[in-house]
């Protein structure tokens, strides 16, 4: 067994596929019209065969309050493996990126903590 899909639920699939492609740096594998949405999936550039994450509508109404609440306790809703948070963060923050949590080193991690622009709060790590 192992991770095919993950998802993050955005508020807006356009402003959302900007900000994990030109900022992230991820690319655009999957967008298949559905509706008013996309099914629309990115993945790493370094593995485009791997886990594909999916920017999913957060149109349901049970979404919203749930981001909200994750956001206001400061609990990213997932976490990107890098090579070196601090370079990954310097590099981000030239670019406009807001963090929410600087570079913290805790034991074999590094993590810190940007907001996607989209109602998520993501956790970069780096471990040792």
């Not at 609990?75 to 913290?104: N, Y």
Request: charged share 25%; glycine share 6%; with cysteine.
């Amino acid at each position: 067994m192992r991770i095919n899909l993950s998802s993050v639920f955005v508020d807006d699939q356009d402003k959302a596929l900007r900000f994990y492609t030109e900022v992230l740096g991820f690319v655009k594998k999957t967008e298949v019209p559905l509706g008013e949405h996309r099914w629309l999936t990115v993945v790493s550039p370094e593995d485009p065969d791997g886990t594909e994450l999916v920017l999913e509508p957060d149109s349901h109404p049970t979404v919203k309050p749930y981001k909200e609440a994750l956001a206001a306790d400061g609990i990213p809703v997932t976490s990107f493996a890098v090579d070196d948070v601090h370079a990954e963060f310097d590099r981000l923050r030239k670019l406009g990126v807001r963090f929410t949590q600087e570079p913290l080193e805790l034991g074999p991690v590094t993590t810190a903590v940007l907001d996607d622009t989209c109602g998520n709060l993501i956790q970069i790590a780096q471990y040792a």
